[in-house]
């Protein structure tokens, strides 16, 4: 019995984005892109992700001010924006692939460093961990070090 694959369209309202309009994608596209592409949607995760990453990399405690308070919070004209923990960051990877090992919108091989995570490595209390998009390698690194930072929103 041959197998027939329907193609489809979904129509995503969100309140939350965008007021009373909506967003059409196909079924293929994972990363939906709304808000005057200031927020991406993960249909997989149901994640809003800060489109842009920031334009500077800066050290962990920053990443957190930054998210919360700073830039990333002014975002889509929403205050609920925190740094993503590590399995959410995670969940941005397509280990089919490399430099960059993702599908997320606008990060290309010029932009695909490491970037910092929500998540404190447990049994070394100055390292916490982050991602790389050019390898797909989860790290845990020192809290000091200058890495990039892309805003989430949403989830449990």
Same mark, same amino acid.
């Given at each position: 019995?041959?197998?027939?694959? $329907?193609?489809?369209v979904?129509?995503?309202?969100?309140?939350?984005?965008?007021g009373?309009g909506f967003v059409?994608?196909t079924?293929q596209?994972?990363f939906?892109?709304?808000n005057? %592409? #200031?927020?991406?949607?993960d249909? *997989?995760t149901?994640l809003?992700w800060q %489109? #842009?990453?920031s334009?500077t990399?800066m050290?962990?405690?920053?990443?957190? !001010?930054?998210?919360?308070?700073?830039?990333?919070?002014?975002? *889509?004209?929403? =205050?609920?924006?925190? $740094?993503?923990?590590?399995?959410? $960051?995670? +969940? $941005?990877l /397509?280990? #089919?692939?490399h430099?960059?090992? =993702?599908?997320?919108?606008? @990060?290309? !091989?010029? /932009? #695909?460093? @490491?970037f910092? +995570?929500?998540?404190?490595?447990?049994? @070394?209390? +100055?390292?916490?961990w982050g991602?790389s998009? %050019?390898?797909? @390698?989860v790290? /845990?690194? /020192?809290?000091d070090?200058?890495? +990039?930072v892309?805003?989430v929103?949403?989830?449990?």
């Amino acid at each position: 019995m041959k197998r027939t694959r $329907l193609k489809w369209v979904v129509l995503l309202l969100s309140s939350s984005l965008l007021g009373a309009g909506f967003v059409v994608a196909t079924e293929q596209e994972r990363f939906v892109t709304v808000n005057g %592409a #200031d927020v991406v949607v993960d249909r *997989a995760t149901g994640l809003e992700w800060q %489109a #842009d990453a920031s334009s500077t990399d800066m050290d962990w405690q920053d990443a957190l !001010e930054y998210c919360e308070f700073g830039a990333g919070a002014g975002v *889509a004209e929403s =205050t609920d924006w925190r $740094l993503p923990n590590v399995n959410e $960051l995670r +969940s $941005l990877l /397509n280990y #089919d692939k490399h430099g960059p090992a =993702t599908d997320f919108p606008g @990060i290309t !091989e010029d /932009n #695909d460093g @490491i970037f910092w +995570s929500s998540s404190p490595y447990v049994y @070394i209390e +100055s390292l916490a961990w982050g991602v790389s998009f %050019a390898s797909g @390698i989860v790290y /845990n690194s /020192n809290m000091d070090f200058y890495y +990039s930072v892309r805003c989430v929103r949403g989830g449990p």
